[in-house]
């Protein structure tokens, strides 16, 4: 990893240190997604199973997976793994419980209430991606918020073959309908729908270049869906001072490099020494990785900032914005005050990254690339909307009217005036 210290950087130098690899929606990814979806849209599940064929190497003859199928998978899958996943299952239950929002109802003027409402958002659409790495655990992150919400239908879409892990978690959260496709087609499938598969209101889940660039089409089309947010790849910065154990921060940033080439690992310490020691321990430690060709490509893009002190870390750490915040210090919470921008924190020798990724209880769906910013990590609230209630009596309606009329009157927008004149008039 370079190793830089950011007092001898000039401005330009610290924005270029702190520079995400680029990562941009070029134009054939852009045609080829474009040309997906609109398969989908003319052929429906005739494409979706094309699709199958085509980028997954599977062929199949149904989208919708059958309760035989998903009962068939959970035998299949051993014990162990179904005990962790029933405790990582009530982690997050119980953090997105917490979470429920209260009512709001108050009055603002004599005889007038105001009131705000949160209603779950009906049909929701969960994509897990398949690949290298099956994301069973964001089936968790992702339907048990859904569930607790209470989205009237919850459907989920993974490439085919799904993983029985993903099937038994969808099963576990309760998910209405799980569909075998992946890619943009797939995303193109929940956001208009076809024979088989529901057309949803709100897309969510992360997904590779091709996934990120459908959601961002179908979210700009009105006959389309929401989505959750644009996602890049991961990240992670890590703070740590001269007593954080060396072993424990290679391993930290590996655990994001480990995800993908284009991921990115930072991590501010305060000595030269500090960084090539861990320097040497993430050479090691790569070796040993059997995702080690990935992990070795993102720590390419990644470096080692050596900070003047403790303040001046967390500076450059809001100044990235990161995706996940490690801070491995003698007293990490003094620092947390000062963070502002972060998807999800870990303080401490004892918290790394991977717990919050699987069974803490908070949520691994995070935004990436400088959005944390603002954006928030996924929660409850992403799964729901607010809306609004007023109710006034004529005691209230009197107390408002001639402010209300003088207002309307001054932006020029007579009939807005009239709704109030015509009643009080009819009051007299």
Not at 338 to 350: E, I, M, P, R, W
């Amino acid at each position: 990893m370079q190793i830089l210290i950011y007092d001898n950087l000039d401005i330009k130098q610290k924005q270029e240190s702190l520079k995400r690899p680029a990562v941009s929606a070029k134009d054939e990814i852009s045609k080829t997604v474009s040309s997906l979806i609109k398969q989908v849209q003319e052929k429906g599940d005739q494409a979706l199973i094309e699709q199958a064929l085509k980028f997954d190497k599977v062929e199949i003859s149904n989208i919708k997976i059958t309760q035989e199928q998903i009962a068939q998978a959970s035998m299949r899958l051993n014990e162990d793994l179904k005990q962790a996943i029933l405790v990582a299952y009530e982690n997050i239950k119980k953090f997105h419980q917490a979470q429920i929002p209260h009512e709001i109802s108050l009055e603002t003027t004599k005889g007038v209430k105001c009131e705000l409402l949160t209603r779950p958002i009906e049909k929701v659409g969960l994509y897990i991606p398949g690949g290298s790495a099956p994301l069973f655990s964001t089936v968790l992150m992702l339907a048990i918020p859904a569930k607790i919400a209470q989205c009237e239908k919850i459907v989920l879409a993974s490439p085919a073959k799904i993983h029985d892990a993903v099937l038994f978690c969808a099963e576990l959260c309760g998910v209405d309908e799980i569909y075998q496709m992946g890619g943009a087609g797939a995303i193109g499938a929940l956001a208009y729908g076809t024979q088989s598969v529901l057309k949803v209101d709100k897309i969510f889940g992360p997904g590779n270049a091709f996934v990120t660039e459908a959601k961002r089409q179908v979210s700009s089309d009105i006959q389309g869906s929401a989505i959750d947010m644009q996602a890049g790849p991961s990240e992670v910065l890590v703070i740590a001072d001269e007593k954080a154990n060396v072993k424990f921060v290679a391993s930290d940033l590996l655990s994001q490099a480990e995800h993908g080439a284009d991921s990115q690992v930072i991590l501010v310490c305060l000595s030269q020494n500090f960084a090539k020691k861990v320097n040497d321990e993430i050479h090691q430690q790569i070796q040993k990785l059997p995702r080690y060709e990935l992990a070795s490509k993102s720590i390419n893009n990644s470096k080692i900032i050596i900070a003047r002190n403790l303040n001046q870390a967390v500076e450059i750490s809001n100044a990235y914005a990161p995706e996940h915040l490690i801070i491995q210090t003698q007293n990490p919470r003094e620092l947390l005050k000062d963070v502002k921008h972060a998807g999800s924190v870990f303080l401490g020798t004892y918290s790394p990254e991977s717990m919050g990724d699987y069974a803490s209880g908070t949520n691994h769906v995070l935004p990436t690339y400088g959005f944390t910013k603002t954006h928030s990590s996924l929660g409850l609230a992403d799964f729901t909307k607010r809306m609004t209630v007023q109710e006034l009596n004529k005691e209230g309606f009197l107390a408002l009217s001639k402010s209300v009329e003088i207002l309307a009157e001054n932006e020029h927008l007579h009939a807005h005036k009239n709704a109030i004149t015509f009643r009080l008039e009819s009051l007299q």
